[in-house]
């Protein structure tokens, strides 16, 4: 078709345009990054596991986001794939609704159908509004019920700034976020790690080879670790991106809104994660094996129970800093029966330099019964019968 060889003409030739203080996650002052040196009007940079902000301008800012918004969006997409609502190779019909979307899109037709794969690989590409669209319909059965659930989730996971008008970012009244919010909701997206499969692509093609798409994230091309994530630009939005990458084990997401060109979002970009590589690295925690060792019950049917916590944590720490993270327990030498299972009975911290790093509740991992003769009864009872 016509509008197929004009759509890979222009995509061919956009392709070929390429362009902690302490482990506390605050900004060292000696190398800090200002205000001035990123020109977009808001900004933030965050490591996503620790949600720790190392850097932000005008982070809380209300303002329109574009096509940042599908971050959301496929969020939601994940989350019905691993909840089992629909599969990969599901067929996505388009409504007229959808193939009726302007802006970036891969021309969908009333009735035209891909499998939900071609379509997350075509908004997560080539940020294709009508697949948004399509995808919201297949799984919520219109867009304004999968508009609610974006705003639904978007409480969920504290994005206090963020109200959601459509799946797509095309400009809309209302339709509002924040650097700060994207970052969150950025965070969560790449805990899917399959997103990655789909971001790191820079040029694929749909409809059995007929129509191309090239990556609207020109990072890809040129910056060392880059991931993702997603761009979007709009008259009232300006040039948006949520740029995330990762380095010797550090992931960061940096993202940047209402730049004036696409290319002042990538140098942006590129500068705060720049920065965070720069002057950042995560440890692992983990409770050391002595504060799990099984505790002494008394009174109870057996003599000691199992201790348990979370089995490790990152924490952000300024890179090539040799100040030391020590461990204190606040835990009992002993307990009375009865002890569930499950029972926090204490904790771990983690500390810098006075300064609270981490903190991990200890449970019980088993359970030890009041003694009483009934209960002395039952064991023995059990004893005799499996003889």
Not at 94 to 107: F, K, L, R, T, V
Not at 146 to 164: P, Q, W
Not at 197 to 204: G, K, P, T
Request: glycine share 8%; hydrophobic share 40%; with cysteine.
């Amino acid at each position: 078709m016509f509008r197929d060889k004009f759509l890979r003409c222009f995509l061919s030739v956009v392709s070929a345009i390429s362009l902690c203080v302490c482990c506390l996650g605050t900004v060292p002052s000696a190398a800090a990054i200002s205000d001035t040196e990123i020109t977009a009007p808001s900004a933030v940079l965050m490591e996503p596991s620790t949600k720790k902000i190392l850097f932000e301008k005008n982070s809380h800012d209300v303002r329109p986001c574009a096509s940042i918004t599908k971050v959301m969006t496929l969020i939601l997409v994940f989350e019905a794939i691993d909840d089992g609502i629909i599969d990969y190779e599901d067929t996505v019909v388009s409504s007229a609704h959808a193939a009726g979307m302007g802006g970036s899109d891969i021309w969908l037709e009333e009735g035209e159908s891909m499998s939900a794969h071609e379509m997350i690989k075509a908004v997560v590409v080539a940020s294709a509004n009508d697949a948004a669209v399509a995808l919201a319909e297949h799984i919520s059965g219109s867009e304004e019920e999968f508009v609610r659930r974006m705003n639904e989730r978007a409480e969920e996971l504290g994005m206090k700034d963020t109200v959601f008008k459509n799946c797509n970012g095309l400009d809309e009244e209302g339709h509002l976020t924040s650097a700060y919010d994207v970052a969150l909701m950025s965070a969560e997206l790449i805990r899917h790690e399959k997103i990655f499969e789909y971001s790191s692509i820079w040029l694929d093609y749909l409809r059995g080879g007929e129509t191309q798409i090239v990556n609207t994230n020109k990072l890809l091309k040129s910056y060392k670790g880059i991931t993702g994530l997603k761009t979007g630009t709009t008259s009232q939005a300006g040039s948006c991106m949520s740029a995330t990458a990762e380095r010797d084990g550090l992931s960061l997401v940096a993202v940047v809104l209402g730049c004036e060109s696409g290319t002042a979002r990538f140098s942006d970009s590129a500068k705060l994660l720049d920065y965070g590589f720069a002057n950042f690295e995560t440890r692992t925690l983990s409770v050391p094996d002595e504060f799990l060792k099984p505790i002494t019950v008394n009174g109870g049917m057996t003599g000691e129970v199992s201790l348990v916590s979370a089995e490790e944590r990152k924490v952000l720490v300024e890179k090539g800093s040799d100040k030391e993270i020590v461990t204190v327990a606040d835990l009992p030498s002993e307990l009375d029966a009865p002890v569930t299972e499950g029972k926090k009975i204490g904790k771990v911290t983690f500390v810098c330099e006075g300064a609270t790093v981490d903190e991990f509740d200890i449970f019980t991992a088993s359970e030890s019964k009041k003694m009483s003769l009934g209960e002395i009864y039952k064991v023995l009872m059990r004893q005799l019968i499996s003889l």
